[in-house]
C-alpha cells in the first residue's frame, strides 16, 4: 500500500505543489547592530540559505565513473547536477507541503518522542512510522484542497557582497553591490533553471523565502517558527532516505545520492540574526552552536570545549571583554564567507571528530584488553624504581599524576567534577558501531584504571604541587591538559611547541606490532587523554557525528548569551525608562520641599552569578542564577544656599562616578576631586566563572562657576522652580542621550536598486550618500525627503528623479514634492520629520497631485 | 596449532567451490552506475546453480544503502585504516552454505578501489594501495584484489586460493583488541 502511495509522488511534484517562481532580483541587505541582533537571534529565521556540499557525490562518482571505464569528468558533471536537482525538488516539495498546510507541523510531543527515540541520532528507523503516517496523508489529500504555497526561491550562482554582513555597510561595498545589481544575472537566477541547465558549481546555494503570508498556523511565527524548522529538518532526514523523491527525479543516480545522508551534505543558514532551533541554555544547543567557530576553520581540537561548563562560562567571559566581542564579530562578519570554505571547514571538524572518536576507542579498547590497573600500576612503578630511567621517569610521572589531577580531583578541576556527575553523557556517542568497545562501555573502564593511579601519585609525593611548573614543563603536558590549564588562567604559557607523543621502539601497547603508545607512563597518559576526548565528543555528538542536519549562523550570533541570561538585550532599555521616571520623581520632591538634597537613583542590570545544571537525556541544561537587581543611590548636597559660593558635595554608591556626572546638566569652568572605591572583577576558578558583586563607592566635592549658579543669582526669588526645572531637563536629556547608546536596538537596510541607481548616476557612490542608502532610501542628499521617496516608489511603481521639501499653502505642516518621470507635473506627500532624519509619518494616500499627475496611481 | 590450522584450511579449500568474485560497476537498467559483482564458476558446481540459479556467470548485488557512506562510520574506517590490525581469519573458509546464507542477507562489498571508500581521494592511487595491503595482509596467500564484506553480524575477507578461485574467510577479532 505504501509503496503504491509513495508511487504517486511523481505525478505530484511537478503539477500541484510547484512553489511560487518569481524573477530573480536581488533582495534587501538587512543589518542589525548588536544589541538588535542578540534580540533577533531568539526569533525563528523565515529566511534561510540551503548549502548542498557537492564534495562527496563528486568523489564518489568519480569512482564509479572510473572503474566502469567511463569518462570520470562527465559523470561527475552529471552526478553533481542531478544530485542538486534532487535536493532542490525534495525540498521544494517538503517546503511546500508544510507551508501550505498539507503537511502538518510535527506536535512538540512527536519531535520530543523522536528525540527521545533516536537519541541523539537524529534519524532512526523508530521515526519513520510518525513521519511516514503524516506524509501518507498528505498524498491522499485531494490536490485540489490544497492551498498554493507561498514561497521564494533564488538560487546564488555568487555570494553577494554584503550577504552575511550583519555591521553598517562602507562605500565600498555599497559600490560593490551595485556592480552585482547591474549584473544580477552572474549572482543570482530562478531555482527552476537548475531542472533545464547544467550544474555550473560543486556546491549549491538556494535561498527560500518564507516572510510572505502562509497558513494561519504559519502566520503566528513566533508560536511556530521553530517547530516549522525542526519539523522541516526530520522530514528532510526522512525523505532523503525513504520517500521516492529522489528516485522520481533521477532514477540514474537514485542508489548514488541516498548512500550518502542529509546530516553530512546538508547545511542551513538562516538569513539575518534569527535562528533555526529554538535557543536553550543546554548543552545540545551551546555545543551546535559552536559549530560556527569550526566552520571559520579553527580544528576542531582548537576550538571544542573540554567540559559542557565552559560552553556557557566562555560565554560569560566573552560578555565581560566586550571590546573583544565585537572586535571579533566585527573580524567574522566583515570577511567574505565563502560557501566552500564554510562547508570544507565543517566537514574538516566532522572528519577531525570521527576520527578523534575512533582513535579513542581504538586506544582504550586495546590498553583495557592487553593491561589490567593492576599490571599497568606494577610496571609504572617497576619503571620509576629502575635506576637507568629514574630520573625522567619522575619526571614523567609528575605530568601524569598532574593530568590525572584535571580528571580525578573535583577540588581543583571543573572537569573532574562533571565527571563525577555527568557520566551518563558517554551514552550519547553509543550510537556509533565501533568494533572493540562502546564508547560507554571503555569510559566505564578507564574510570577504574584512575583510583590505583591516584593511589601510586600520592605514594610518590604530589607532583602538581612542584613549583618549577614552568612554560617547558607545560609544553610537555597531553594537549588537553594544557587547554585545561589555559583555562584555569595560570599564567601566560605558550602552547605553540607541544611534545609530540612518545613512541617507544616497542610500545607498551601495541596492536599488531605497531605500538600505540611508548613507555607505561606514556600509556597511562593516552588512556586518560582518550577519556577527556571521548567526554568532549559525547556532547559535540549531534552537530559534529551526523546527528542532525545542521545549521550556523555565519552573521553575529548571541543566541547562546541571550537565552543563559548573559546578556539581556532588553535590560538597558528598560532600566532606561525606569531612571526617567525616578528622576523626574527625584527632581519634583526636592523641588516641592524646598530640599537642598537630591536623590538619583541608579538601577543596575541583573547580572549571572552562578548556574545550576541538570542534566537530562544526554543533554545538560543550565539554569542562571542572577544577582539580583541592585540600585546604586547618588545623594547631592547643595552647598550653594548657605556657602554663598557655587559649590555641591556628592556621595554615591557607585563607584564609576565622575565629576562632571555629579554636578548638573550645565557645566562652566570647574574643579573637583573624586574618590573612589574598588571594584572586583570576575573571578575565574576551576567550576567557571563566579562575578564577584560589584562594591565600591565615590565621594565627590566640585566647585564651579556655572550657568545654574549664574542663574541662581538672578533669580534667587523663584530658586527651587528653577531648580526642579534644571533636573528635569537633566532627566530627560540622559533619557534621549541613551537613545543613542550602542545598547539601543537600530537596524539599517540598503535597498540595492537604489545603490545602483546612484552608482549609474555619479559613477561611483558619494560618501555623502552612504548615510541614506543605509537607510532603505535614495540619494537625495536629505533623508527625510529620500525615505519618503521610497516609500512612494515602493507603493506606486513610479520612478521619481527630483524631489524637495516645503511647506504648502493648502494646509499645515510639510510636504515633500515628488516629480515622477510619468507625469510632467508633481505630487505632494505629507511628511513629519525632522532635516536628515527618517520621517516618522508618510501618508501617501493623503498625497496632492498636480493636473498632469492625477491619472497617476 | 598452526599446522592444525594450517592444515584446516587446506582440507576446507579442496572442498570450497572453484569461483570467483570481481567487482565490477556498469549501468544497470536505470542507466545508473552500479556496483555489482561478477561471480564466474570454473566447473560446474552445484553452489553456483544456487547461487546464480544456473550453471554459468552470474552477479550479485549489494542492497542499496541507506546512508551508508558516511564520514563518521567507525565500522567502515576500522576496516580501511586497521583492517589488520583490528581484524583477522578466524575460521576456514565458508563453504557453499555459507556464502549462500551470507549472500542471501543484506552485506555490503569494500574494495580499496570501490566508491564504498569515501576517505580516500580517488586520484591519489598511494591511499588504495596502503588500504589494499591491508586487506591482503589478512588473506593467508597472496591475493591480487581482496574484498572485505560487511553484514550486520559477520565481516568475512575474499581472498584467492594458489589457483586464484575466491575463497571467503569470516573475520573476528583479534586477541589483542578483544575482551576476554
Avoid at chain 1, 525538488?89 to 533516536?118: H, I, M, N, V, Y
Avoid at chain 1, 503524516?134 to 504555497?149: G, N, V, Y
Avoid at chain 1, 593491561?371 to 637507568?388: F, H, M, T, V, Y
Avoid at chain 1, 571594584?679 to 562657576?705: L, M, P
Wanted: hydrophobic share 35%.
Amino acid at each position: 500500500m505504501f509503496k503504491f502511495l509513495l508511487g504517486l509522488i511523481p505525478t505530484l511534484i511537478f503539477s500541484q505543489l510547484s512553489l511560487a517562481q518569481e524573477e530573480p532580483h536581488l533582495w534587501n541587505m538587512k543589518f542589525s547592530n548588536s544589541n538588535l541582533c542578540s534580540r533577533q537571534s531568539q526569533e525563528a529565521a523565515k529566511q534561510v540559505y540551503f548549502l548542498l556540499d557537492g564534495f562527496k557525490i563528486s568523489r564518489l562518482s568519480y569512482k564509479l565513473a572510473q572503474q566502469a571505464g567511463e569518462e570520470p569528468s562527465a559523470v561527475v558533471t552529471e552526478a553533481v547536477t542531478e544530485f542538486q536537482r534532487a535536493n532542490l525538488k525534495l525540498t521544494e516539495l517538503l517546503l511546500g507541503r508544510l507551508a501550505s498546510g498539507a503537511l502538518p507541523l510535527l506536535t512538540d510531543l512527536e519531535l520530543k518522542t523522536l528525540k527521545q527515540r533516536c537519541g541523539t541520532s537524529g534519524m532512526c528507523q523508530n521515526s519513520r512510522e510518525i513521519l511516514e503516517g503524516h506524509f501518507r496523508q498528505s498524498e491522499l489529500t485531494s490536490t485540489t484542497d490544497i492551498p498554493k504555497a507561498n514561497i521564494g526561491c533564488v538560487l546564488i550562482k555568487k555570494n553577494l557582497p554584503l550577504q552575511f554582513r550583519t555591521s553598517a555597510p562602507t562605500k565600498d561595498e555599497l559600490e560593490g553591490l551595485a556592480l552585482a545589481y547591474l549584473d544580477s544575472g552572474k549572482y543570482v537566477e530562478r531555482c527552476d533553471s537548475l531542472m533545464h541547465r547544467n550544474a555550473t558549481d560543486f556546491n549549491l546555494m538556494l535561498k527560500f523565502d518564507l516572510s510572505k503570508p502562509q497558513t494561519a498556523e504559519l502566520n503566528d511565527w513566533q508560536s511556530n517558527g521553530f517547530r516549522f524548522w525542526d519539523t522541516f529538518r526530520a522530514y528532510m532526514s526522512w525523505g532523503w532516505r525513504y520517500s521516492n523523491i529522489i528516485d522520481s527525479v533521477t532514477p540514474q543516480f537514485r542508489n548514488t545520492i541516498k548512500s550518502l545522508s542529509p546530516e553530512e551534505e546538508l547545511l542551513l543558514i538562516p538569513e539575518g540574526c534569527g535562528g533555526l532551533t529554538r535557543p536553550e541554555c543546554s548543552s545540545d544547543f551551546l555545543s551546535a552552536n559552536d559549530l560556527r567557530n569550526f566552520a571559520s576553520g579553527t580544528s576542531f581540537k582548537g576550538a571544542s570545549k573540554l567540559t559542557t561548563y565552559s560552553l556557557v562560562s566562555d560565554l560569560v567571559k566573552l560578555r565581560e571583554d566586550k571590546a573583544y566581542l565585537n572586535e571579533a564579530e566585527e573580524q567574522k562578519s566583515a570577511k567574505n564567507v565563502e560557501n566552500s570554505e564554510l562547508l570544507s571547514g565543517i566537514m574538516q571538524a566532522r572528519t577531525q571528530a570521527s576520527n578523534s572518536l575512533y582513535q579513542s576507542l581504538l586506544f582504550l579498547t586495546a590498553i583495557t584488553n592487553q593491561k589490567s590497573s593492576a599490571d599497568l600500576i606494577g610496571d609504572i612503578e617497576k619503571q620509576i624504581e629502575d635506576p637507568r630511567t629514574k630520573a625522567q621517569s619522575l619526571s614523567d610521572l609528575s605530568l601524569l599524576c598532574a593530568e590525572r589531577r584535571g580528571v580525578g580531583d573535583a577540588k581543583i578541576s571543573g572537569l573532574a567534577k562533571e565527571l563525577q556527575t555527568q557520566k551518563s553523557l558517554f551514552e550519547n556517542l553509543d550510537y556509533k558501531t565501533f568494533p572493540g568497545l562502546t564508547p560507554s562501555a571503555a569510559a566505564t573502564l578507564s574510570q577504574t584504571y584512575f583510583a590505583p593511579l591516584k593511589s601510586l601519585c600520592d605514594k610518590y609525593s604530589d607532583p602538581f604541587a612542584r613549583d618549577d611548573l614552568n612554560v617547558v614543563t607545560v609544553k610537555e603536558f597531553k594537549p588537553w591538559f594544557q587547554n585545561f590549564l589555559s583555562s584555569l588562567k595560570f599564567s601566560d604559557y605558550s602552547f605553540e611547541n607541544a611534545t609530540p607523543q612518545k613512541q617507544g621502539s616497542s610500545g607498551y601497547v601495541s596492536l599488531k606490532s605497531k605500538p600505540l603508545c611508548g613507555d607505561s607512563i606514556d600509556c597511562a597518559r593516552l588512556l586518560i587523554e582518550s577519556y577527556v576526548n571521548l567526554y568532549s565528543l559525547s556532547f559535540y555528538s549531534k552537530p559534529l557525528l551526523s546527528g542532525a542536519i545542521n545549521s550556523i549562523s555565519v552573521s553575529q550570533s548571541s543566541a547562546g548569551a541571550v537565552t543563559c541570561q548573559i546578556y539581556n538585550p532588553w535590560a538597558f532599555e528598560q532600566l532606561r525608562k525606569k531612571r526617567l521616571v525616578s528622576d523626574v520623581i527625584s527632581a519634583l520632591i526636592s523641588g516641592a520641599l524646598y530640599l537642598p538634597f537630591y536623590l538619583k537613583i541608579d538601577y543596575q542590570i541583573p547580572k549571572v552569578a552562578s548556574f545550576n545544571e541538570l542534566v537530562k537525556n544526554g543533554n545538560v541544561q543550565y539554569d542562571a542564577n542572577l544577582i539580583s537587581t541592585k540600585t546604586l543611590k547618588t545623594l547631592v548636597l547643595d552647598l550653594g544656599p548657605w556657602a554663598a559660593a557655587p559649590c555641591s558635595v556628592v556621595v554615591s554608591e557607585n563607584p564609576h562616578l565622575s565629576v562632571s556626572q555629579a554636578v548638573y546638566a550645565f557645566h562652566g569652568v570647574s574643579a573637583g576631586v573624586c574618590k573612589q572605591g574598588g571594584t572586583n572583577d570576575a573571578v575565574g576558578d576551576a567550576f567557571g566563572v563566579r562575578k564577584a558583586d560589584t562594591v565600591g563607592s565615590s565621594v565627590c566635592g566640585a566647585c564651579q562657576i556655572s550657568f545654574e549658579k549664574v542663574a541662581i543669582g538672578l533669580v534667587a526669588s523663584n530658586f527651587n522652580t528653577f531648580r526642579f526645572g534644571v533636573r528635569f531637563l537633566d532627566a530627560t536629556y540622559d533619557y534621549f542621550r541613551s537613545a543613542n547608546s550602542s545598547e539601543m536596538p537600530y537596524a539599517l537596510e540598503v535597498n540595492p536598486k537604489y545603490v545602483a541607481e546612484t552608482y549609474t548616476k555619479y559613477e561611483s557612490i558619494p560618501d555623502e550618500c552612504v548615510f541614506e542608502l543605509a537607510h532603505n532610501a535614495k540619494c537625495m542628499k536629505d533623508l527625510c525627503v529620500s525615505s519618503a521617496v521610497a516609500r512612494y516608489e515602493e507603493s506606486t511603481g513610479n520612478h521619481v528623479a527630483e524631489a524637495y521639501i516645503a511647506e504648502t499653502e493648502y494646509s499645515k505642516g510639510k510636504y515633500v514634492w515628488m516629480k515622477p518621470d510619468a507625469c510632467d507635473g508633481e505630487v505632494g506627500v505629507p511628511v513629519v520629520c525632522s532635516p536628515n532624519s527618517v520621517p516618522s509619518y508618510v501618508n501617501l494616500r493623503a498625497a496632492i497631485k498636480t493636473k498632469s499627475c492625477r491619472n497617476l496611481k | 596449532m598452526k599446522f592444525i590450522l594450517a592444515f584446516a584450511l587446506f582440507l576446507a579449500s579442496v572442498t570450497s567451490p572453484a569461483w570467483t568474485l570481481k567487482e565490477v560497476v556498469k549501468r544497470n537498467s536505470s542507466n545508473e552506475l552500479a556496483r555489482t559483482f561478477q561471480v564466474t564458476c570454473s566447473s560446474a558446481d552445484l553452489f553456483c546453480s544456487e547461487l546464480c540459479q544456473s550453471q554459468s556467470d552470474c552477479e550479485v548485488s549489494q542492497d542499496s544503502c541507506l546512508g551508508c557512506l558516511s564520514d563518521t562510520d567507525l565500522v567502515v574506517r576500522s576496516v580501511l585504516l586497521d583492517a589488520d590490525r583490528i581484524y583477522e581469519v578466524s575460521a576456514p573458509p565458508m563453504d557453499s552454505n555459507q556464502i549462500i546464507f551470507l549472500f542471501s542477507r543484506g552485506f555490503s562489498l569494500l574494495t580499496p578501489t570501490s566508491s564504498a571508500n569515501v576517505f580516500s581521494d580517488p586520484r591519489d592511487s598511494a591511499d588504495d594501495a596502503r588500504i589494499r595491503a591491508k586487506f591482503q595482509s589478512l588473506c593467508p596467500l597472496p591475493t591480487q584484489n581482496p574484498i572485505i564484506i560487511l553484514t550486520d553480524l559477520t565481516k568475512a575477507v575474499v581472498c584467492e586460493d594458489q589457483a586464484h578461485n575466491s575463497l571467503i574467510y569470516p573475520l573476528g577479532i583479534r586477541n589483542e583488541f578483544q575482551k576476554h
